[in-house]
């Protein structure tokens, strides 16, 4: 059996091949090794020489583990979104280790696009349900501080340095402050109950949704909002 070459000669193959780019292979996930789930240990890509993602915890889940912000999305981390791409940036003065606040749902997927743009791994914000199982930690785990040095809006976390963000409480699987310092965005969109809500566990979204669902308080609510089962509205645009 034979086939014609391209622009008939082999030598021309040889050099179109040679001028083709290379396509990067994508990294090997280090949130996928093995032995992490639970252990509250750490796992982050790297992006560049000395360019690091998020710092992350793997989040038991059968078969399906997940990996999840270790704190709420920092100062630092929308700082180093907005340099790279020259599309935003952050107040000056304001701590690197501060939680991001004030921070529309469309801001925040578009900074888990660039995070699942950069580290070939997909980020996003967690769904209600993944949420809850990270904060109880399989203990039903429920902060009793409420952490009062942040403020009361927030971006939240993603899934996939010392200072303010790891002073908070830490729950059995290593996340930090999911209870008080400021309210987290969810995927979900704000339904009154969970009546028709998906029974896989899927994110309840709808088309222009203008109300998401928001997790675990902030710290100048009253400590009733500071549990996990705690679930409110915000306006997605902030």
């Given amino acids: ?70 704190t709420e999305v920092t100062i630092g981390n929308l700082d180093q979104f907005c340099r790279a791409t020259r599309t ?38 967690p769904t209600d349900e993944e949420w809850l199982l990270a904060a109880h930690a399989n203990v039903g785990w429920d902060s009793k501080e409420g952490n009062c040095g942040a403020s009361s809006s927030s971006l939240g976390r993603l899934m996939k340095a010392p200072d303010f963000s790891d002073k908070g409480a830490t729950n ?3 996340l930090v402050d999911m209870t008080g310092s400021v309210w987290e965005w969810v995927t979900d969109c704000w339904h009154n109950s969970y009546k028709g809500a998906p029974a896989d566990g899927h994110a309840w979204d709808e088309p222009n949704c203008r109300m998401h669902v928001i997790r675990g308080g902030s710290w100048r609510d009253d400590h009733s909002y500071m549990l996990t089962s705690t679930r409110f509205k915000y306006d997605a645009s902030v």
Wanted: aromatic share 8%.
């Fill in 1 to 70: 059996a034979s086939k014609a070459l391209p622009e008939g000669s082999l030598d021309a193959v040889v050099k179109k091949l040679r001028s083709t780019p290379a396509v990067a292979a994508t990294p090997p996930d280090p949130c996928a090794r093995r032995g992490l789930a639970g252990t509250s240990r750490e796992c982050f890509d790297t992006f560049a020489v000395g360019s690091y993602g998020p710092a992350m915890v793997v989040i038991p889940h059968g078969r399906k583990p997940f990996a999840m912000m270790r």
């Fill in 88 to 125: 935003c940036a952050v107040s000056r003065g304001v701590g690197a280790t501060e939680p991001a606040r004030s921070i529309p749902v469309a801001f925040a997927q578009r900074y888990a696009a660039w995070l699942s743009q950069v580290s070939g791994h997909t980020y996003r914000l």
């Fill in 172 to 174: 059995p699987w290593g």
